[in-house]
C-alpha cells in the first residue's frame, strides 16, 4: 500500500459519516493533509497572525501519527499491538503510556457499554468476511460463530494492571480500529498545541477534534451525513468547538443474503451483524478517542438501549433511525441537546 500502514479497513474501522461544514472566507488558514492509517488526514489550523513553521508543524504531525501506528497498528507485524498479539498467555506484558491509555479506555467503555465496545472482537470481524479481505462475506453456521465467539470477550480474555497486560489465553488478540483512529486525532491535536495553535480542526477517516474558532470566529460545525448508501448529502449539522466527534453507520459496508441485509458492525454479545432500525449513531465527547469507541458501542446498541446508557453516562449522542419506506428519525440525548443549545 505504498508505504501506508493499513490501520483501519472496511473490516473494522467504521468510516464516520461527518463531513466538514465549509467555511467562508475570512481569516488566513493553514491545511495539511496526507494519509494514514490506511485512510487520510485533513488539518485545518488558524494561526492567528503567529508565524507557524508550516514544514515543521507537517513533520510533528506525520511523526505523531508515525508513532501510533508503530505502536497500535494491527497491520504493521512489528508494532507493540502485534507483538502482545503474537504473545502467549499467562505472562505480564510491558505496555507504552499511550497503549495503556488506550486500553484503560477500552476497558471503560467495554464495561459502561455492558460489553457491546469490545477490543477482541477480531475473530467475528473475520468470520463473517469483513476482515482482511481473503474470506469472502458470507453468512457463517451457528457452529463457526460460537468457535468465534470463544475467542472473544475483553474481560476475560485480557487483564490490565497499570501498565501491565496478561492475556488469558494464547490466541487472544486486540483490534483498536474503533478506538485507535479516535486516539490518532488526539495524538495530532497534542502536536498541534505545542506549536502554539489553539484554532484548529483534524480530521482522520471521519473521526475529528475541534479547538477553539474556525477562521470567521465562530465556532467550528460539522456536518453528520444522511445515512443513505451513495449518497452523501448532508442529514444535520453539529457544534462541536472543544470536543472529539464520531459518526459510526451501518450504510456504507454490508453484503445481502437470503433477503436480509448483514453490515460490518457486529455485537459482540451474539456473534452477529446488527439487525435493528438505528443506522447511524453521532457522539461529542470530550476527545476524538471516546468519541470513537462510543460511536461504535452505541450503534451496536441501537437506539433504545444505547439511549438509556447515554444519559446514565452523560453521554452526547444523536441516533439515526430507519424507518418504513425511505423516511428516518433522529433522536438525541439530553446531553447532546444541552450542547447544541
Known sequence: MSGIT?????????????????????AEVLKLSGS????????????GGAHVDEKALDGA??????????????????SEVSRINAAGADQPLALSPALAGVLEAANDVHRASEGRFDVTVGPLIELWGFGSGQVVPHVPSDAEIAEALARTGQRRMLTLTGRSLTKS??????????IGKGHGVDRVAAAIRSAGLTDFMIEIGGDLYASGRNAD????????ESPVAGDRALHAVAD????????????????????????????????????????????LAENAMLADAWSTAMLVLGRDQGMQIAE??????????REPGEGFTTTASSQYTSLQA
Request: net charge neutral; with cysteine; hydrophobic share 45%.
Open 240 to 283: 462541536a468547538s472543544n470536543l472529539g466527534m464520531a459518526t459510526s453507520g451501518d450504510y456504507r459496508n454490508f453484503f445481502e443474503s437470503g433477503g436480509t441485509r448483514y453490515s460490518h458492525i457486529i455485537d459482540p454479545a451474539t456473534g452477529r451483524p446488527i439487525l435493528h432500525k438505528t443506522v447511524s449513531a453521532t457522539v
Open 6 to 26: 493499513k490501520f483501519n479497513r472496511r473490516s473494522f474501522l467504521i468510516l464516520s459519516a461527518a463531513a466538514l461544514t465549509a467555511c467562508k472566507a475570512g
Open 36 to 47: 494514514t492509517m490506511g485512510t487520510t488526514y485533513h488539518v485545518v489550523a488558524v494561526p
Open 169 to 178: 489465553v494464547s490466541g487472544a488478540e486486540i483490534y483498536l480500529p474503533a
Open 61 to 78: 504531525i506525520k511523526a505523531a501519527l508515525a508513532e501510533v501506528n508503530v505502536q497500535m497498528s494491527n497491520w504493521d507485524a512489528g
Open 217 to 224: 470566529g465562530l465556532p467550528w460545525q460539522i456536518g453528520i
Open 312 to 321: 446514565d453516562q452523560g453521554l452526547a449522542v444523536v441516533f439515526i433511525d
